[in-house]
């Protein structure tokens, strides 16, 4: 196998004595890998430099994305989590195939496995790593922006004996926040995907202890209202928060859905 980190502390630069195609092979099989020193080490970052600086070239970067959006199907949780942190890569770098936002909807709110975290597999991250990706599909000016805030409601309300861990549920809230500061989506688009939560948890009598999927949702809805009030900012930076467009309208319809499931 390659000594990927031997060639990330050579800044990344590309093997002479290898072709392109094998290492990008051996890249997308190693984020595939049970192994989170393999998977999560340095071939996740020499694939980001690689496609963030055009080593791959369009082609080859799309042939990739095609890969990824399969393995949304991959038996192995750990292919599956880790295949929107590559779609999200290729979106930011200007690839797009809607054959990818038609597997990534079908996936994401279906995933059974939700563990953020596994003592012999590491990182797993899906709600996580699929709202990475939903921020990133729902700012994307090919994609309408309700088809990724109904993605979220759909994930909310999908049913789960487990109840999110290591920050997965704030991930989700950051990244619906995120596409609603799009100022194209009239007052009913920002707030009606709230409509199937509302029906979904406003109904049925609540008896404790709460189950998993209500205390998730409660959770994303409950940051999703400060950071309504606050704003959000870009992942990983200090940039000043960007205001959410009607942002009045969803604080208002974010704490009836509140106040609707918490009062049953």
Not at 84 to 107: C, H, I, Q, T, Y
Not at 191 to 218: E, K
Request: hydrophobic content about 45%; overall charge negative.
């Amino acid at each position: 196998m390659t000594d990927w980190s031997r060639i990330e502390a050579d800044d990344c630069a590309v093997p002479a004595d290898r072709s392109l195609e094998e290492l990008v092979r051996e890249l997308s099989a190693a984020l595939a890998d049970p192994d989170p020193s393999v998977r999560d080490g340095a071939p996740y970052a020499v694939l980001s430099t690689w496609i963030e600086r055009g080593v791959i070239d369009a082609p080859r970067r799309l042939a990739l994305g095609d890969e990824m959006a399969a393995r949304f199907q991959d038996r192995e949780i750990q292919a599956r989590t880790f295949a929107p942190l590559v779609l999200d890569m290729l979106v930011e770098k200007g690839d797009f195939n809607s054959a990818w936002v038609e597997a990534f909807e079908r996936w994401y709110p279906a995933e059974k496995d939700l563990r953020g975290h596994d003592e012999k597999l590491g990182w797993l991250h899906a709600v996580a790593h699929g709202a990475d990706l939903l921020d990133r599909l729902g700012r994307h000016p090919e994609v309408d922006p309700v088809r990724m805030l109904h993605l979220a409601a759909a994930r909310l309300t999908a049913p789960t004996d487990h109840v999110l861990d290591q920050l997965e549920d704030d991930r989700l809230a950051r990244a619906i926040a995120r596409v609603l500061t799009r100022t194209d989506l009239s007052e009913r688009d920002a707030t009606t995907w709230l409509d199937p939560i509302a029906a979904r948890f406003g109904s049925d009598r609540i008896i404790t202890p709460v189950p998993a999927h209500v205390t998730n949702c409660l959770r994303t809805l409950r940051l999703l209202y400060v950071l309504a009030d606050r704003g959000v900012r870009p992942p990983g930076t200090d940039a000043a928060p960007e205001a959410l467009h009607h942002a009045a309208a969803v604080k208002e319809r974010v704490a009836a859905v509140l106040d609707r499931i918490v009062k049953r």
